[in-house]
């Protein structure tokens, strides 16, 4: 089956430390993208790699990196200097542009403690 | 400051009836809007989309209305089903750049 997996599900994380958010794609798309969802808010991208070893800064990328090695892997760090880390982290992928529809993993629910 | 509002939270209906959700945007160069539903605990999916060429798409049971003019873009659900309750949000882009996505509207489908 083709989809987009996120792990792990539920994240607790120390303040202070960095933490790594796993997102897989097999739909051999291009583009993928992170986003971050707070209460009563809509999405909010904070990076965008529309193919392998690129990727962009999106409205909110400040405490976070990435990296874009394989086609299939987006992962998504995010560091101490993240001042709000607490959200709900959701990835997705596409074929390239913005035009077209993303297609999203379930999510990662990460709490800093 | 937010380029596009959702201004219901919350919108209960019906089953059977029809589900009118609305969606208004402030930035006049958006030229591609998309809705994309939501289930708890699981990533959006999408549902339909229109270009700012057309007013109105529809695709089975869902149908979107686009006018310029006001801004303001609608997704209408016809009739509506309980598997219709779940969070829709309405995104738009500007050539092709980046979705500015709205807050969400949580649609409940009454039996």
């Known amino acids: 089956d083709g989809g987009i997996t996120q792990s792990p599900k539920y994240l607790f994380r120390k303040e202070g430390q960095n933490v790594t958010l796993s997102c897989e794609q097999n739909?051999?798309?291009?583009?993928m993208y992170w986003y971050r969802q707070d209460p009563g808010q809509g999405l909010r991208l904070i990076y965008y790699?529309?193919?392998?070893?690129?990727?962009q800064k999106g409205d909110i990328a400040e405490g976070y990196s990435v990296s874009r090695e394989k086609k299939e892997s987006f992962p998504l760090t995010v560091t101490s200097a993240q001042k709000n880390p607490t959200a709900f982290y959701l990835c997705a992928s596409s074929i390239e542009g913005f035009y077209n529809e993303q297609f999203f993993g379930p999510g990662t629910r990460l709490t800093v403690l | 400051d937010q380029q596009v509002k959702q201004n219901s939270p919350s919108l209960s209906v019906q089953e059977g009836r029809i589900s009118i959700l609305n969606c208004d945007y402030t930035n006049s160069m958006f030229d591609y809007f998309l809705w994309y539903k939501k289930y708890p605990a699981e990533g959006p999916t999408f549902l339909i989309s229109?270009?700012?060429i057309k007013d109105k798409n529809e695709d089975g049971r869902f149908t979107v209305f686009l006018n310029k003019s006001a801004k303001h873009l609608s997704l209408h659900i016809v009739p509506s089903q309980p598997g219709d309750s779940a969070v829709y949000f309405c995104?738009?882009?500007?050539?092709?750049?980046?979705?500015?996505w709205g807050a969400g509207t949580k649609l409940i489908i009454k039996p």
């Open positions: 229109i270009s700012s």
């Open positions: 739909l051999n798309h291009d583009a």
């Open positions: 995104a738009a882009s500007e050539s092709n750049y980046q979705l500015i």
């Open positions: 790699s529309q193919i392998v070893n690129d990727f």
